[in-house]
């Protein structure tokens, strides 16, 4: 079956710490991959996307992801987190439609 | 950009009224629009696919007749909750497709539901 999973519901790191957000698919055909970042009573905002090409992806705030596809992975990460990272992170992957994963609730501490 | 608005934010209603809320890509043409709902601290979960000018494909277990989806425009795509109840309080996010091959989706802010 096809799923998307984050294997971590919540993340807490301290200000400036590296943090990485893991996200593993399953899919039979080939997919699109992004990651979503979601702020409290906010839509959700495209961090980045892998379609193609080159398998590390920079993205906005300083975010980047590495598509795996032996391991199926799509882990995100920072290497240094602001305060103003703090919000809800969504793995998404089309198969065929946009499936989205449980979400990452990141809390970066003072 | 690729910049996609929603209205209301937010709508208090009775129960059994009905709620219309609006999508609107706003700087580019959408010929598919989606429509998702997200319940407190869960992910999001497809409602239904709008396609302009046909009729709505809607996910297993959402009822069509209680959930109105129109597409009039390449612009505009409208969920219509019938006949609210408390259960369908929710968070509703629509996203359209910018149509440049790339399946990127662009999610609109989210329209806070909350029935009385």
């Known amino acids: 079956a096809q799923s998307v999973t984050q294997l971590d519901s919540q993340v807490p790191v301290f200000e400036e710490a590296p943090v990485e957000l893991r996200c593993n698919y399953s899919?039979?055909?080939?997919?699109?991959l992004f990651w979503y970042v979601q702020y409290p009573n906010q839509g959700l905002q495209l961090l980045l996307k892998?379609?193609?090409?080159?398998?590390l992806v920079k993205g906005i705030n300083g975010f980047e992801a590495e598509f795996n596809k032996s391991q199926t992975s799509f882990h995100l990460r920072k290497p240094s987190v602001h305060i103003s990272d703090t919000a809800e992170y969504f793995c998404?992957?089309?198969?065929?439609?946009?499936?989205f994963g449980t979400g990452t609730r990141l809390t970066v501490i003072p | 950009g690729a910049v996609v608005s929603q209205h209301p934010s937010r709508v208090i209603c009775k129960s059994g009224t009905s709620v219309k809320i609006e999508c609107r890509s706003l700087?580019?043409?959408?010929?598919?629009m989606f429509w998702y709902r997200q319940f407190p601290k869960q992910s999001l979960m497809l409602m239904a696919t709008?396609?302009?000018?046909?009729?709505?494909?809607?996910e297993q277990g959402v009822e069509k007749d209680k959930f109105l989806i129109n597409h009039a425009s390449l612009t505009l795509s409208t969920l219509t909750v019938t006949s609210a109840h408390p259960e369908d309080s929710s968070f509703y996010i629509c996203?359209?497709?910018?149509?440049?091959?790339?399946?990127?989706?662009?999610f609109g802010p989210g329209t806070r539901l909350t029935v009385l």
């Open positions: 996203s359209a497709n910018r149509q440049d091959g790339t399946d990127t989706q662009y």
């Open positions: 899919s039979s055909v080939s997919v699109y």
């Open positions: 892998y379609l193609s090409g080159s398998t």
């Open positions: 998404a992957v089309t198969i065929p439609n946009l499936f």
């Open positions: 700087d580019f043409q959408a010929t598919t």
């Open positions: 709008s396609n302009e000018g046909s009729k709505a494909t809607y």
